[in-house]
């Protein structure tokens, strides 16, 4: 009986466990987030490129400091004005509406603006009032997405300001078909950014893509190299369009110089005609992602690995330029994942992405010191000068009192609205 | 984790009961095999508790190599047939499992931070026990198990120029159903 019973239990459980066969699926489930386009006529666009309201800190990019002001880049979508009369309670005073904004730079009382492939001159001399004065059309043709020949009436170019977002939950084989489909969306999405420095002109971070020297403008795409005189502010004409090759990214004035950061190497370039920027000097390196910034005998250097630069070095080059015609490496740091640099007197700070700002002694600069970590943030780029630091990080806009360079005090911060 | 704080309060209370009791304290290891859709894997157990009568109640943990290498941490109720050592079981294991490693930094086409989340456990079957060595019993066990498990992926995407780019937020969830066939040593 006891053996019949066993017999039956075995048979029972393999009946049951051959029967759960079907059940012996997995599955997968992907939710996503599908980036849908908004369309607005470029005309409706262009009448909205003035101040509003202010707006909280979301993605914040490039900044550019002029006076007791503050413009910051919110990548894709336009300027935040904050008033830094008091550094340490800054006011957010407005919000400049600028499709696809990713740089900026500041002269007089003229702010300069990308949006797509145009340049727009804004009119800041009351800061909580910005109006646009001169729309440059398709002036960085590298961005254009809407100039068409066909097409030149503002009514009849549609321009993405913006995308709705919804979150979607597909089984995760249909993953491949619908990855081609709303990556393209969001790609168009993602804009990128930039800066600039000089007296009467606003002072950007080393991760500029704009700057002024006296009545010129040079911003670079991710191939050009564009020369604007802006000596009429309200009547700015492009005098030259210089191809340097792929991979472009940074342009910082020095003298009489520029110094363009590129993923291959750095550029100089010499002013003597400012109309026509011509090739002075270059120093290639590793492919990476490199901001540059100089000092007189010494340019600094960060590569930045990484899929997008396509590397897995980090680390800081001093390159001597005493030779502008042929620059010569003296020596490199290791460091975690560097951004921006910025570097006044003797400090040079550091943004090392997840590691925080690093503050070196810098005099000696092929023997830097390191002298403080400020850590918790992600660092994106620093503008240093009067020993205040003002640093984009992830989480928001800090600044910092570094006269005592070993102790940096945290004056204040406007923090980012996390979503 | 709510799972697993009722995992182990049940466990809590069937020590108390049993401590009361002065039940006996039974032990068990085991290893086996995971079949399923996604391929075959190995498993390995082992689990500590008591016994009353014919049934038995356990706190386990392992490791499941099913798709995901994790480590699951179950409750484990077990009622044999029989009150001898050699008798047909049946048992029903329920938690959750931890995956072996948590978050990765991942470069593909662009950066990615994954971060693993564990789930849902749980495994019921039958098995037979027979007397092995002096007081143990050598087993043999088969039964349905399921683990759930997600992976929160955010992507730094691509940007032509430099500058802070949008995150890039997904989401997979996976529910593996798995045939356990598991051996082990009961003490």
């Known amino acids: 009986m006891k053996k019949l019973l066993h017999c039956l239990l075995l048979a029972t459980t393999a009946i049951v466990l051959l029967s759960l066969q079907g059940c012996l699926k997995d599955d997968c489930r992907r939710t996503y987030t599908l980036y849908q386009p908004i369309y607005k006529t470029l005309k409706h666009v262009r009448a909205e490129m003035k101040s509003t309201a202010p707006a909280s800190l979301e993605n914040t990019g490039k900044l550019n400091v002029f006076g007791n002001y503050i413009f910051l880049n919110e990548v894709g979508k336009g300027i935040h004005v904050i008033d830094n009369a008091v550094p340490a309670s800054p006011k957010n005073i407005g919000f400049i509406n600028i499709p696809n904004n990713v740089d900026l730079a500041i002269k007089g009382s003229y702010l300069y603006a990308d949006s797509y492939s145009d340049i727009i001159v804004f009119d800041i001399s009351n800061p909580t009032n910005v109006k646009p004065v001169k729309f440059m059309d398709n002036v960085m043709k590298e961005k254009n997405v809407y100039w068409y020949p066909m097409l030149s009436n503002p009514d009849s170019i549609k321009v993405v300001v913006g995308y709705t977002t919804k979150d979607t939950t597909v089984d995760c084989n249909t993953y491949n078909t619908l990855y081609t489909t709303d990556n393209r969306a969001l790609d168009a999405a993602l804009a990128s950014s930039s800066y600039a420095a000089a007296p009467s002109v606003g002072t950007g971070g080393s991760m500029a893509s704009f700057t002024i020297i006296n009545n010129f403008l040079y911003t670079v795409s991710a191939s050009s190299l564009y020369t604007i005189d802006i000596s009429n502010p309200i009547n700015p004409f492009k005098t030259a369009d210089r191809n340097m090759g792929w991979g472009i990214e940074t342009i910082y004035p020095f003298q009489n110089k520029l110094f363009i950061g590129s993923r291959t190497g750095m550029f100089i370039y010499d002013l003597a005609n400012p109309a026509n920027p011509v090739q002075q000097g270059q120093f290639n390196h590793v492919r990476s992602c490199d901001p540059v910034i100089a000092d007189g005998q010494y340019a600094y250097v960060t590569l930045r690995g990484g899929t997008a630069c396509n590397s897995t070095i980090n680390e800081l080059n001093v390159i001597d330029v005493s030779n502008l015609s042929n620059p010569v490496l003296k020596t490199r740091r290791t460091l975690t994942n560097p951004h921006g640099l910025a570097k006044d007197g003797n400090t040079l700070m550091i943004c090392d992405g997840k590691d925080g700002l690093k503050i070196y002694d810098a005099a000696d600069p092929l023997n830097l010191k390191l002298v403080k970590t400020v850590a918790g943030l992600e660092t994106f780029d620093v503008i240093a000068m009067n020993r205040k630091a003002i640093v984009v990080a992830k989480d928001g806009l800090y600044q910092y009192d570094y006269s005592d360079a070993s102790n940096p005090s945290l004056i204040s911060k406007i923090s980012v609205n996390k979503k | ?160 120029e430099p500058g802070p780019c949008p995150n890039y937020r997904e989401n997979f969830t996976y529910r593996m159903r798995r045939l356990s066939i598991t051996t082990g040593l009961r003490f």
């Open chain 2, 1 to 160: 984790m709510k799972r697993v704080l009722f995992v182990v309060a049940v466990f809590a209370a069937a020590t108390s009961f049993a401590q009361n009791k002065k039940l006996p304290l039974e032990g068990a290891v085991q290893a086996g095999m995971l079949e399923g859709e996604s391929g075959t894997a190995f498993q390995l157990g082992l689990r500590g508790g008591f016994k009353f009568s014919t049934w038995s109640t356990a706190i386990g943990a392992g490791l499941d190599y099913y798709g995901v290498r994790s480590i699951p941490l179950y409750l484990h109720v077990q009622k044999r047939l029989f009150n001898r050592p050699q008798t047909p079981f049946a048992y029903i294991n329920g938690g959750y499992h931890f995956p072996w490693k948590s978050e990765e930094a991942r470069w593909s086409s662009w950066s990615s931070e994954i971060k693993r989340n564990g789930g849902l456990y749980y495994e019921a079957g039958l098995g037979y026990q027979f007397s092995a060595f002096t007081n143990k019993a050598l087993f043999f066990a088969a039964g349905y198990s399921f683990k759930r498990y997600a992976e929160d992926i955010l992507s730094n995407r691509f940007c032509f």
